[in-house]
């Protein structure tokens, strides 16, 4: 019997990596349709671009000075990971509805936490490279100063805002099990953290029932240690948003599983689960 419980433990194991690294490699290349290479090439080095000078250009227009330039440039790098983090990863289900897989995914034994979290692994990726990218467009064409000594912490920050902003897409993917489809709910948010996040201004501006619904979302935290590793602010500030950007990732990713087992239960009791 103990042999037996071995084997079990040991093909568990197989078959929740199995599961992981073919819905992290295979599937963003098949039916969830994300991983064109016009897509990826688009996402990290064109929507960032467009975006900063979109909203750079209305910091001049309306006065701003040099240093709100450089606040609303890097504010824009780092919210761009919307694009990879949520929209990429809501869409899954919009996709695996519209080619009619949905139904035998849900009803495979296939290990739910290697399911979802693998779906996440690429869009993590493309975040990193996307933030990446429009932080480079922010220094060399927006004037954002960032010191050498800064770049190890802020690649730390921008790890962990990756993460943090694709478990927040998996949580959104869940309730997307459940509606006819995601793009609105993707656009919804995407707005909100502009809003919210202290993108385009501090959230010190808003007035604090509403700067406390803005601290609810991962960007906000994310974007503050971004923001404090630039300015080289101390180890213990940073310390702490890290805390908050990881604890923000842990409550997405916990609730996604759950929303995910919800959802599924009623998309399967009301039809849902086949609309689209």
């Keep these: 019997m103990l042999a037996h419980a071995g084997t079990y433990r ?86 695996e509805k519209q080619q009619g897989t949905m139904e035998h995914l849900l009803v495979s034994p296939a290990n739910r936490l290697a399911l979802y979290f693998g779906r996440g692994l690429l869009p993590i990726l493309i975040s990193l490279a996307t933030v990446s990218v429009g932080i480079a467009y922010a220094t060399f064409l927006f004037g954002v100063a960032i010191p050498l000594s800064a770049v190890p912490t802020l690649a730390v920050s921008v790890v962990l805002t990756a993460f943090a902003m694709v478990g927040f897409g998996l949580l959104l993917g869940g309730v997307a099990l459940y ?9 919804i948010f995407l707005f909100i953290g502009l809003l919210l996040s202290g993108v385009n201004f501090p959230t010190s501006q808003l007035p604090p029932v509403v700067a406390w619904i803005g601290y609810g979302f991962p960007l906000t935290w994310g974007l503050a240690a971004i923001r404090a590793s630039v ?18 990732a842990i409550a997405s990713f916990g609730c996604a599983i759950g929303l995910w087992e919800y959802f599924e239960r009623r998309a399967l009791a009301t039809g849902s689960i086949a609309k689209f």
Excluded: H, K
């Design 179 to 187: 509606l006819r489809t995601s793009i609105i709910l993707g656009n």
């Design 10 to 95: 040991t093909e568990n194991r197989v078959s929740f990596w199995r599961t992981f690294w073919s819905n992290a490699v295979i599937a963003p290349r098949t039916t969830l349709g994300f991983m064109r290479i016009d897509f990826v090439l688009g996402t990290i080095f064109i929507i960032p671009l467009m975006q900063m000078v979109f909203f750079v250009f209305v910091v001049q227009v309306s006065g701003g000075g040099p240093s709100e330039i450089a606040f609303t440039a890097l504010g824009n790098a780092v919210s761009t990971v919307t694009y990879s983090s949520i929209f990429s990863v809501c869409q899954t289900t919009d996709s």
């Design 231 to 248: 300015a080289g602010d101390p180890w213990g500030t940073i310390g702490l948003l890290w805390g908050l950007v990881v604890a923000s």
